[in-house]
């Protein structure tokens, strides 16, 4: 009877055991590649390493922020609807004409990687325009608040900057104005 007993509770915890297992995996392959994503990143922290962006530029091409590895980037997370985010856009491209070609401590020059979370592409393309974003790399899926970036980094509001070293780990968040000018003086190589 004893043995009757240990082999039904052994049973059972085996059963169950691999019912969870079957269960979790089928709903682990159900989830979107982001979502899986997600689920791999602690937190977007100073420290960790930046979650990938692959998005789409002016032109409908897709580019990767990784792409600029080896480089210090400024991740601006912004739209041409964003008073504040235009207001701040001068002192960017302040900021790109003079330290694009510095040598930093932390990566060889300087770029900007410009995340939109706008919906409207031709106000989109009309503000990096008006406001002389000159730079290469200026990218979004056109889904507002819906973006995956914004996602994938919990922006929750922006103006939203993190600057990342050139082996794509974050160095630094949410700086803007004379603080964010200090930081990149700090890691210049003179």
């Not at 970036?149 to 070293?165: E, G, H, K, M, T």
Request: with cysteine; proline share 2%.
């Amino acid at each position: 009877m004893k043995n009757k007993i240990y082999f039904i509770i052994t049973f059972s915890i085996i059963f169950l055991g691999l019912t969870s297992f079957v269960v979790f995996n089928v709903d682990y392959q159900k989830t979107s590649k982001l979502e899986q994503q997600q689920r791999h990143v602690t937190g977007v922290n100073v420290g960790n390493l930046s979650p990938e962006i692959i998005s789409k530029t002016i032109n409908d091409k897709k580019i990767k922020l990784s792409d600029l590895r080896g480089k210090l980037v400024i991740i601006d997370f912004w739209a041409s609807w964003c008073k504040p985010c235009r207001i701040q856009n001068p002192h960017l491209v302040s900021i790109y004409k003079k330290y694009n070609k510095s040598k930093f401590d932390i990566g060889e020059g300087l770029e900007i990687f410009s995340v939109s979370l706008d919906k409207n592409k031709n106000q989109w393309i009309k503000a990096i325009k008006d406001d002389n974003l000159y730079w290469e790399y200026h990218v979004s899926d056109l889904k507002g608040w819906e973006s995956d970036a914004a996602f994938l980094y919990n922006i929750r509001s922006i103006p939203s900057i993190l600057i990342i070293d050139k082996n794509g780990f974050i160095q630094a968040k949410n700086l803007r104005g004379n603080s964010l000018e200090d930081f990149l003086k700090q890691h210049v190589v003179k």
